[in-house]
């Protein structure tokens, strides 16, 4: 998802005259600058956010990776080894999941603070519809015109199509895929303490990883409001009439 620049502070709007519809078109175009300033650092600030949860669980894994191996190295891979994963993983994969679903409410709040963003451009248009081939942006609530806003321009050339495939590559689902490798990690130890060798810890490995993604994924697909829209922009983008985007998740 794009990000737009956040401004020092709201544009100032100079002085209308004494005519009262100018003093009026002036107080309005001030009312909407501002609220679209306040919608744009809104933005930037839960965007750090996510950047933060996201540095903070990789710095947390990380940490818990050096302090495995030190372990590993003082007990030769023994059962204290064993006992210690099972006892810093759990925390890990904790502060993991917390991570993937505050990233999933992330996004969620940003569609919303795109759409009154859009719904303002709507309003700078009613004022002045000769701005239109000014903005890059949409300027609409319709799902075609959210994808805009967000930097998928569909119908230009060299320009990407925002899909089904592109949740793959999102901070979210990397997110996810180090939750399965973890769940699929503490599956396997605590497999092989009961007994089973090598061979069947990992297969029950490498099927919980499957089972643990496959899951956030889903979960992460119902829960986004993005993803409701979709079906609608590739309808319009083929000259459909767009469907009205869907509030919320379902």
Do not use: C
Request: glycine fraction near 8%; avoid cysteine; hydrophobic fraction near 50%.
């Amino acid at each position: 998802m794009a990000m737009e620049h956040q401004p020092s502070g709201p544009p100032q709007v100079a002085e209308a005259g004494q005519h009262p519809d100018a003093a009026a078109r002036a107080l309005r175009v001030q009312m909407l600058a501002t609220e679209h300033w306040s919608l744009l650092a809104t933005r930037s600030l839960s965007w750090n956010e996510s950047f933060a949860r996201a540095g903070m669980f990789l710095t947390l894994l990380s940490g818990a990776t050096v302090a495995l191996a030190l372990v590993a190295q003082a007990t030769s891979f023994g059962k204290d080894f064993a006992l210690f994963a099972l006892l810093i993983l759990p925390v890990v994969l904790f502060v993991g999941l917390a991570t993937y679903v505050r990233l999933l409410e992330i996004n969620n709040e940003d569609y919303v603070w795109v759409r009154g963003m859009n719904r303002l451009r709507a309003a700078y248009l009613e004022i002045d519809p000769g701005l239109a081939p000014h903005f890059i942006t949409g300027t609409s609530e319709e799902p075609d015109a959210i994808f805009r806003t967000f930097g998928s321009h569909s119908n230009e050339p060299g320009s990407m199509d925002t899909g089904f495939f592109h949740g793959f590559v999102t901070t979210p689902i990397t997110i996810a895929f180090v939750d399965a490798t973890l769940s699929a990690v503490l599956a396997a130890i605590l497999v092989g303490q009961i007994g089973f060798s090598m061979v069947p810890a990992a297969g029950i490995g490498v099927l919980t990883f499957f089972l643990v993604f496959a899951a956030l994924a889903y979960f992460g697909y119902r829960s986004q409001s993005m993803a409701h829209l979709y079906p609608a922009a590739r309808a319009s983008s083929q000259g459909a009439a767009p469907k009205h985007p869907q509030e919320g998740s379902s």
